[in-house]
């Protein structure tokens, strides 16, 4: 049986409810957000020197 007395209260309202966006991430969501981005200019990186030497390789200078 539940101890806390919400009766009546804004939890059974009908409007809709109201995110909150104000709020920062925690540090868990930070640092994986940069080690996302660090991996997407990584990968970004590798894939254009893949392209330059792919297309020395066509062009014969390599």
Known sequence: MSRHNITGS???DRAPYV???GVRPSGR???RARRLW???VLF?????LGGTAVALMVAGVI
């Open 10 to 12: 804004e939890a059974f």
């Open 19 to 21: 995110l909150i966006r």
């Open 29 to 31: 969501h930070r640092r």
């Open 38 to 40: 660090a991996s997407a």
């Open 44 to 48: 970004g990186a590798l894939a254009g």
